[in-house]
């Protein structure tokens, strides 16, 4: 059964604005998303190109881009915009200082959704840290993880109980990985599982880094009652090796900043409910 934290998410309506359009009434984030997803196709684009064929001023464009540096979607150099390295090259303790704000927003939007007496199954990556972090105050949760920084965020709550699961460890991504984490989740029927990403490609796959990471993820969603998948907005157009889904596997997508459409109608055609919170940047929630 789901908590009236449920209400604060919404279905997609199908029959609002193209949020392709730059005439939408969300324009700055629908062109937000288009230039995100021309990354994703082409590597690099100008200001000057993206403001033609997107119809805006330069100076709007170069706005655009600014905010997008700001949040850590972007990079910019000699006049170029290009997308930030994947994040499989970054150590665990420099992902959890980007986007924290977004991330933790995104915790608190998940938490509201448990409530207390739950099992929960909760995957590694620094925006399911988060979550772990917004439920320390949740009475008589048990939770089964592989994530060493998910067990380290829940120590010092009172009234959980956490399993950690066996396998090999990876001190770089502080988790738990291989046949014997898989095993583990495999024989679990928890109320509800939370599970990140690698990356959501611009055709609106699921996308992650190798295949032990895709298991993992399977496994631990498939035997939940709920399914709950969570990215921060910089995963939108990031690549990775592996395609393993689409959003519809889920009954909840909580993400942040703009959702491109193709993703929108995977949840609208799906049922499953799309949460949006602030992203980086932004103080208050959409």
Known sequence: MLTAGAAACFRPNMQTSDPHSPHSSDAPEARRARILDRLSRQGEVTPADLARD??????????????L???????????????????????YLRRSTLNEGEKARIGAR?????????????????TVEACARA?????????????????????????VRVTLSGGQVRLR???????EACEFFAGLRPDF???????????????????DEIRLRRALMQGAAVRILVADSSKFGRSAAHAFGRVSMAHHFVTGGAVPAVVAADC???GCRLCRV?????GKPL
Request: aromatic share 2%.
């Open 278 to 282: 602030a992203p980086e940047g932004e």
């Open 69 to 91: 540096e700001e949040a850590g979607r972007i990079r910019r150099r000699h006049g170029r915009a290009t997308l930030p390295p994947a994040p499989d090259n970054i150590s």
């Open 268 to 270: 609208a055609a799906s």
């Open 135 to 159: 439920l320390m105050r949740h009475r008589g949760l048990r939770v089964f993880t592989n994530s060493i920084a998910v067990l380290t965020a829940l120590k010092d709550a009172p009234e």
């Open 193 to 211: 599982a939370i599970s990140s990403l690698g990356g959501i490609s611009a055709d609106g796959d699921l996308l992650d880094f190798n295949m």
């Open 173 to 179: 991504d502080l988790d738990m990985i291989g046949a």
């Open 110 to 126: 998940v938490a509201a959704l448990i409530p207390d007496g739950a099992s929960l199954s909760l995957g590694t990556g620094t």
């Open 54 to 67: 997107l119809g805006v001023s330069v100076q709007t464009l170069r706005s655009d881009l600014r905010a």
